[in-house]
Nanobody
């Protein structure tokens, strides 16, 4: 079993920055994809960014150029650096770890952006 714990969410100003972290623990297969998804009120969960064990990344259009995903394989941790925050970024952000056979999700962390 794999457990994911997100941290770093909270309140940020529009135009500001925030970094999310997610640490995985448990039976982690070495080859996996970790990523961030978000769900805004009244909307479906959507991809923000993903990163493979080998560093390959995918970004949603809304995140490209403003957000940066990275990971520390030794710590089983994935990060999401968010810059130039907008009100449209307000959502619960979920960490995900995917292997060939399973997907695991964290409980989520709230991001609020103030004017």
């Amino acid at each position: 079993q794999v457990q994911l714990v997100e941290s770093g969410g909270g309140l940020a100003q529009a135009g500001g920055s925030l970094r999310l972290s997610c640490q995985a623990s448990g039976s982690i297969f070495s080859a996996n994809v970790m990523g961030w998804y978000r769900q805004a009120p009244g909307k479906e969960r959507e991809l923000v960014a993903t990163i493979t064990t080998f560093g390959g990344t995918i970004y949603a259009t809304s995140a490209r150029g403003r957000f940066a995903i990275s990971r520390d394989n030794a710590k089983n941790t994935v990060y999401l650096q968010m810059n130039s925050l907008k009100h449209e970024d307000v959502a619960v952000y979920y960490c995900e770890l995917g292997t060939a056979n399973n997907d695991y999700w964290g409980p989520g962390t709230q991001l609020t952006v103030s004017s």
